[in-house]
């Protein structure tokens, strides 16, 4: 039984389309994040999320808008969306906000043509 | 990023030989220092963990090595194997903000 699951695996859109991401995680950990992986498979964090309660909002353009309906759930959706946006998006959650161990998904590859 | 300096960014190493992965960290309130493994496909995953005031853990073929001083932790992976074959992150934990600061990564491979 997949812990943190992402849906879809794959994802490969038109410029200036609209896309969501879903995340649920099923570990019972209060918060979860969105991190993007680039093509040199850089990480950086986008948002995280503790009892559905956004906590870290990074500089990422506001074309991107999480949501999270409750505590086992994580969604990114994206507007108009940029050839730069193509990258691998991962889902993550943790027990606590203030802990070194996160539980990633298996990641959504979005490819932007 | 620039906080954390990752070396080297690739390493291609024998079986059965010592794989060594440095992390060089400027910011003095990381306070905990954790590396991360991610396989192709897969999402990163906690590989092995240690806190500021030991300076080395061992888990099995995997060592963290930590400085304080000079403000580096190293990952010694002993006996390396094919399937180590990955990419390791160094992350460690900006308290305050209570996030990781990820590595650039290195992409180890393990000849058979």
């Known amino acids: 039984d997949t812990a943190v699951s992402q849906t879809p695996k794959y994802l490969v859109t038109q410029m200036g389309n609209d896309k969501s991401i879903k995340c649920e995680q099923n570990l019972g950990h209060d918060t979860m994040y969105w991190y993007k992986q680039d093509s040199k498979k850089f990480l950086k964090i986008m948002f995280s999320y503790n009892n559905k309660e956004l906590i870290i909002n990074e500089t990422v353009p506001n074309r991107f808008s999480p949501k999270s309906p409750d505590k086992a759930h994580l969604n990114l959706h994206i507007n108009s969306l940029e050839l730069g946006d193509s990258a691998v998006y991962f889902c993550?959650?943790?027990?606590?906000?203030?802990?070194?161990?996160?539980?990633f998904g298996e990641g959504s590859r979005l490819t932007v043509l | 990023q620039q906080q954390v300096k990752q070396s080297p960014q690739s390493l291609i190493v024998q079986k059965g030989g010592i794989s060594i992965i440095n992390c060089a960290y400027e910011n003095t309130a990381f306070d905990y220092f954790p590396w991360y493994q991610q396989f192709p496909g897969k999402g990163p995953a906690l590989l092995i963990a240690?806190?500021?005031?030991?300076s080395e853990k061992k888990e099995g073929r995997f060592t963290i090595s930590f400085n304080k001083s000079a403000k580096q932790f190293s990952l010694h992976i002993m006996d390396s194997q094919p399937g180590d074959s990955a990419t390791y992150f160094c992350?460690?934990?900006?308290?305050?903000?209570?996030?990781?600061?990820f590595g650039s990564g290195t992409q180890l491979t393990v000849l058979p």
């Open positions: 993550a959650s943790s027990q606590g906000r203030n802990t070194g161990e996160l539980f």
């Open positions: 240690i806190r500021p005031d030991v």
């Open positions: 992350a460690p934990r900006l308290g305050s903000a209570r996030q990781l600061t």
